[in-house]
């Protein structure tokens, strides 16, 4: 289960390297919480340009990972680690910096947690769920296409998918099949840009997915 990290009900696009132990966290999305900025991506290659003139050493802490874009695909973009984040909002004038620091703190406390008991990232990501005002029906439908998910992909990798666009591909056919859409038209449908498909589905279409024979929804 992949765990939703949650900052004042928006989404930071996140991944944990499990080798290193290290959490790192999207700028850009950080940034757009902090600062409320229309254009966030500006914002940051202002700051940027600051941090280089003032000769911080933060920015060549920041490296580039590839996470789902507005388009839905993967792309590269910087991220921080928790130590290189903290430097660097500490540049960033807003109220919400406290808050933010104790929320990756908790979300550092949480992942040692989940290592010593994994169910206990099942049950936060339920919690957030019902933050969002999701039903128990729709939750348990969700968690379920999770699970049915992880072991499709786990099939793949064994048979030699490694490479993102090959899963993506594959994720393609299969969505087509159910819905009749490809994944970009059934988000662009729901007005959904870098947000998760599944997320954002009906309890109707959570249920159908698991049905290999189900008719298209139209």
Avoid: C
Avoid at 40 to 66: A, F, M, N, Q
Avoid at 82 to 110: M, N
Avoid at 167 to 193: P, R, S, Y
């Amino acid at each position: 289960m992949v765990p939703i990290k949650l900052f004042e009900q928006k989404k930071v696009r996140t991944y944990f390297d499990p080798e290193k132990e290290v959490w790192y966290f999207s700028v850009i999305d950080v940034i757009e919480i902090l600062t409320e900025s229309s254009i966030p991506k500006r914002y940051w290659s202002d700051l940027k340009k600051k941090l280089t003139h003032e000769g911080s050493e933060v920015y060549e802490k920041i490296v580039r990972l590839k996470m789902i874009a507005e388009d839905g695909k993967n792309r590269e973009t910087d991220v921080a680690d928790t130590e290189t984040l903290l430097r660097l909002i500490q540049s960033i004038p807003s109220p919400k910096v406290e808050p933010f620091k104790q929320w990756l703190a908790k979300v550092g406390y949480e992942r040692m947690q989940e290592i010593a008991d994994p169910s206990q990232g099942i049950d936060r990501a339920r919690e957030n769920w019902q933050k969002l005002g999701r039903s128990e029906i729709w939750i348990q439908q969700r968690m379920t296409g999770q699970e049915t998910r992880n072991k499709l992909t786990d099939y793949w990798k064994d048979s030699g998918v490694e490479k993102s666009d090959e899963f993506a591909l594959l994720t393609n056919i299969i969505h087509q099949e159910w819905t009749g859409f490809t994944v970009k038209k059934h988000k662009d449908l729901k007005g959904l840009k870098s947000q998760n498909l599944r997320d954002h589905m009906s309890e109707a279409e959570l249920i159908l997915q698991h049905w290999p024979n189900s008719q298209p929804v139209k």
